[in-house]
């Protein structure tokens, strides 16, 4: 079986992300001009604005099951947890907004190379050996290494502390525990989102996930969320 990633011929019945595509690139449009520093900006055009990655990053699932297991789920999980960081960042102001937005919209990028989209939305060669979070910190640093004009030292361990250390725990797969403000918030964030999209792919069902059985994502039966309208 080949490892062709998303952005290549796909499956014609692999599900999809419930918003558009077109309303999802506008708003990653929009966090490419929230972000103020112009080395963080640099960084992210060198990503965002390159057509060959995007094709990818826009097909991309946000994980193989579990949450956001669907063609353009990535970007969905991306500006969801991007708006919520921003959100937290106005809240407090002596959070490094253009560090954390960058490491939102970063964090997960590994996953265009770690998940492959062709008759089913499975692991590839690379995802199973390297992990996402490795392959993002390499694609990071190669992305850095060839800009023109330099990256401070500084900037670049913090952001790449941040995308390696989003999954906040040692045994839930970060190769570090987040050690300053914006790498803590983006674990939580990044967690909060993935943990409340995953609840409702459980109750809907979608996904290789199953309700009400202790096999599901959460590992626990869930209550079944009811129409407004009824009383039992």
């Known amino acids: ?9 796909q499956g014609k019945k692999l599900p999809r992300a419930y918003r558009s595509g077109a309303e999802m690139a506008g708003f990653l449009s929009y966090f490419l001009t929230e972000v103020y520093d112009r ?13 060959e990655f995007m094709e990818k990053f826009v097909l991309a699932p946000g994980h193989v099951s579990s949450h956001h297991a669907y063609l353009g789920g990535l970007l969905e999980h991306t500006l969801s947890v991007a708006t919520l960081c921003q959100h937290v960042a106005v809240q407090h102001s002596r959070l ?26 499975r692991t ?14 390499r694609m990071i640093e190669r992305k850095i290494a060839a800009l023109p004009r330099g990256f401070p030292r500084e900037k670049e361990l913090k952001l790449i502390h941040a995308v390696i250390s989003h999954h906040g725990e040692l045994e839930w ?19 909060l989102d ?3 999209k995953g609840f409702f ?13 202790l096999e599901n994502y959460f590992r626990r039966p869930l209550d079944l969320p009811k129409a407004a309208d009824r009383d039992t």
Not at 39 to 51: G, K, P, T
Not at 207 to 213: I, K, L, Q
Request: hydrophobic residues 40%; charged residues 30%; negative net charge.
């Open 1 to 9: 079986m080949s490892d062709r990633q998303p952005g290549q011929k």
């Open 39 to 51: 080395d963080y900006s640099a960084l992210l055009d060198e990503f965002f604005l390159q057509e």
């Open 96 to 121: 490094d907004s253009d560090l954390l937005v960058t490491a939102a919209l970063l964090h997960d990028i590994g996953k265009v190379e770690e998940i492959c989209c062709e008759e089913r939305i």
């Open 124 to 137: 590839s060669r690379r995802g199973e050996l390297l992990g996402h979070i490795l392959i993002g910190e």
């Open 173 to 191: 797969g970060a190769p570090k525990r987040p050690l300053n403000a914006e790498s803590l918030v983006l674990h939580h964030v990044d967690n």
């Open 194 to 196: 993935a943990r409340v």
């Open 201 to 213: 792919e459980v109750v809907a069902g979608r996904g290789r996930v199953s309700w009400p059985e």
